[in-house]
């Protein structure tokens, strides 16, 4: 009998599962569809300098965005209680507000610095926009990972798409209208801005009862409480968020912001597989496995990562083998390097999909300092063969980071299952 109830607790939890994932995969799906489906468009209206100018804003943003919340946000996931919870969330926003102002304080004074260093004067006017993105990015990831603990991934779909579609709406009618880099910038803080507001709007509407036991004690106490998340994993969200920025940073530096616009093109398309199913996964993979023993995460990350290479292998082998012909037909032939580059990029963007969820092991087994160590040397070794190899082309110093990238990847999978064997 108890054996009975343990398969039957087991189908149902493998069932919900699978329909969270195809509810937040189709959310993804359609929300990635909208920006495939009008790229060759937006390829034709906007020039690889156009897309280069972008990739520098996005750069910066994104380095900023990563401080938004403290990280305090992984932390929602963690209580046992919504009301402990409900505080966190509150933390998170607040922490974005202060985080905003700080960075417009930062743009406002080193303005000029800032698109010196950058290589790139077109760009000092737009920084200014950049706390707006820091805000939304805080607000809306809040929401995001209390909606992943509601367990509300209709809502959570519903927001992608609305994001998608303003985007590529705006992106559309101000390339027509002749905005250059300025369409996709402001296209992409109107996204942002319509998708926070409809998720806000689901959270206040659904969950409004829990927002009265908000209290400033009841934050300062959680604060302490989760104080790991910004001393370990902000560090190591910083990291990884410089990564990829510095490398486009570097890339527009050494070479030109259209290679730039080349690389943030290709790094663009090689991200659809992993928005399509491992952001999906990777949300409701941290739910399920936020409520397992020690003992039970062994076998079931094994499976993981044997369904997941199942999944997602024969998307990379295509983009490896027929990238570049694809980005020919699909982009026009001003994106020939752009395609060069997806294939080259190809072998760690499929390990990184893999490894993605890993994370949040580490994290459920209090064990961020590892996740730091291993993401400085994952930061260090790209940008450490840009610098010292910035006199060769451009192909050629992806191969090197592509491979250097991947053999980490395999290392740091093998890390997580020799930890889990030690602690199951």
Known sequence: ???????????????????????????????????????????????????????????????????????????????????????????????????????????????????????????????????????????????????????????????????????????????????????????????????????????????RGLFAKINRLKIAVLAKKYKKMPIFNLPNALIDGFRLSGMMILISKYFSVASLGQFSLAWKILQIPISLIGGSISQVFFQEISSLKNEELYAVVTQFIKKASMLSLPMFLIIYFFSEEIFLFVFGHNWKLAGKIASILSPWVFLNFLSMPLANILIILNKQEIILLVSIIYMIVPLVILILFHTLPLIYILHLISISMSSILIFYIWLVFFILKKEG
């Open 1 to 207: 009998m108890l054996n009975k109830l343990k398969q039957k607790r087991a189908f149902f939890r493998k069932s919900e599962f699978r329909h969270n994932v195809l509810t937040l995969m189709t959310g993804a799906t359609i929300a990635q569809a909208i920006p495939i489906a009008i790229s060759p468009i937006l390829t034709r209206i906007y020039t690889p300098e156009d897309f280069g100018v972008f990739a520098l804003y996005m750069s910066v943003a994104s380095i900023m965005s990563v401080l938004a919340t403290g990280r305090y946000e992984l932390a929602i996931m963690l209580p046992k209680k919504d009301k402990d919870a409900i505080n966190i969330v509150a933390l998170s926003i607040l922490i974005s507000f202060f985080v905003s102002f700080i960075s417009f304080l930062i743009v406002f004074v080193f303005n000029t610095q800032i698109a010196n260093i950058l290589s790139s004067p077109q760009i000092a006017n737009w920084l200014y926009f950049i706390p707006i993105t820091v805000l939304l990015t805080g607000i809306y990831q809040s929401f995001n990972y209390w909606s992943n603990r509601k367990k509300q991934y209709k809502r959570l779909a519903t927001s992608r798409v609305v994001q998608s579609g303003t985007t590529a709406a705006s992106n559309l009618a101000m390339g027509f209208g002749g905005f250059g880099s300025s369409g996709l910038i402001l296209g992409g803080i109107l996204g942002q801005g319509v998708a926070a507001t409809v998720l806000g709007k689901f959270v206040f509407r659904e969950d």
